[in-house]
């Protein structure tokens, strides 16, 4: 009797260990009742009938990444290349995905080809290069609206890869090598030509600079030509009238003054090695002795010096004409 009892409590606990489920996080089972589907068992401890019920399909409810394998696709110019692609999706109703579609991860894989292919081929081999964003768009709107009835949201598509032909990824290095070039080229004619025009420009500027520069220095030239011919004028108007009041007298006065500057000018001349003075040396004295009675008459006139009384004159000595020697050559 005792022996009953321990099996009866034994089964009991096998019976009531049966009904337990745990359901981990993230996931949801579907429980099933001879053979129907009946609830979705959320994360955490459920009590089932054992033998009745029992767990139909464990989903996962976060979000999963499935990789489309690689395809060879023939655009809108017969242009043929391969495209790999990524496809991000999310379980919401766990239902519609255990029992709307069998298979799910090959239905999603099989859908997404087909309207890559589809999506692809409408298009140009350089608009399938330069307009990825697009074609992620229409793959996305496609696929979501294809799987709504299967509890799926897609989240993202994109394309991993689009590898053209070789003779079309050489021609297209080619044609970026031209345009590179190309470029290039015209950076460096804009460069040249804009150093032609900065340096036009500052040959301009110089010479408008000169220009400016001598015509302010015929100015000041003019300027000074002006007042040097109204100092001479002045000084001629000065002579003019010194001649006029004083006659002869400040006449030679002049010209001795000049007739010196002459004779200093030739013993300072530093051409001259010998200087012949078809001259006499008496004239020479006469002249600076009319020069020193000039000066003691201008002196006695204004109240300076006395007057000294003249020497008697001398008899003239007869003078003898000196015929002019020249260098002797040395031999």
């Known amino acids: 009797m005792g022996?009953?009892?321990?099996?009866?409590?034994?089964?009991?606990?096998?019976?009531?260990?049966?009904?337990?489920?745990?359901?981990?996080?993230g996931h949801v089972y579907t429980i099933e009742r001879l053979g129907r589907y009946t609830l979705a068992a959320t994360p955490g401890l459920h009590l089932i009938v054992p033998?009745?019920?029992?767990?139909?399909?464990?989903?996962?409810?976060?979000?999963?990444?499935?990789?489309?394998?690689?395809?060879?696709?023939?655009?809108?110019?017969?242009?043929?290349?391969?495209?790999?692609?990524?496809?991000?999706?999310?379980?919401?109703?766990?239902?519609?995905?255990?029992?709307?579609?069998?298979n799910l991860y090959n239905a999603i894989m099989q859908l997404t080809t087909t309207n890559l292919?589809?999506?692809?081929?409408?298009?140009?081999?350089?608009?399938?290069?330069?307009?990825?964003?697009?074609?992620?768009?229409?793959?996305?709107?496609?696929?979501?609206?294809?799987?709504?009835?299967?509890?799926?949201?897609?989240?993202?598509v994109e394309i991993k890869d689009i590898r053209p032909p070789a003779d079309i990824s050489n021609a297209m290095a080619r044609q970026m090598k031209a345009e590179r070039e190309k470029r290039a080229s015209i950076l460096e004619s804009e460069g040249m030509r804009q150093a032609a025009i900065l340096r036009a420009e500052g040959e301009k500027q110089a010479q408008i600079l000169s220009a400016e520069g001598r015509r302010e220095a015929a100015f000041r030239d003019a300027e000074a030509r002006e007042r040097a011919a109204k100092a001479e004028a002045e000084a001629t108007r000065v002579v003019s009238e010194a001649i006029a009041t004083s006659g002869t007298q400040a006449l030679n006065y002049f010209i001795a003054q000049k007739y010196t500057e002459a004779v200093g000018h030739f013993a300072t001349s530093p051409n001259a090695k010998t200087i012949l003075f078809p001259i006499e040396a008496t004239q020479l004295i006469g002249?600076?002795?009319?020069?020193?009675?000039?000066?003691?008459?201008?002196?006695?006139?204004?109240?300076?010096?006395?007057?000294?009384?003249?020497?008697?004159?001398?008899p003239s000595v007869p003078t003898v004409a000196t015929p002019p020697v020249s260098p002797s050559r040395p031999r």
């Open 3 to 25: 022996g009953f009892l321990i099996a009866l409590v034994v089964l009991v606990f096998l019976f009531l260990m049966m009904g337990v489920r745990v359901v981990r996080q």
């Open 51 to 102: 033998f009745v019920d029992r767990v139909g399909h464990k989903v996962n409810m976060m979000e999963q990444v499935l990789d489309i394998p690689g395809q060879e696709i023939i655009t809108r110019d017969n242009a043929m290349v391969g495209v790999d692609a990524v496809v991000f999706f999310q379980v919401l109703d766990a239902g519609k995905a255990a029992y709307e579609v069998a």
């Open 117 to 156: 292919r589809t999506v692809m081929g409408s298009l140009d081999l350089d608009e399938t290069l330069s307009k990825r964003d697009e074609i992620n768009a229409r793959l996305l709107s496609v696929v979501d609206h294809a799987t709504n009835p299967w509890g799926l949201k897609i989240t993202r």
């Open 287 to 314: 002249t600076l002795g009319g020069v020193g009675e000039l000066v003691r008459e201008a002196l006695h006139g204004q109240g300076g010096y006395p007057e000294t009384p003249r020497a008697p004159a001398r």
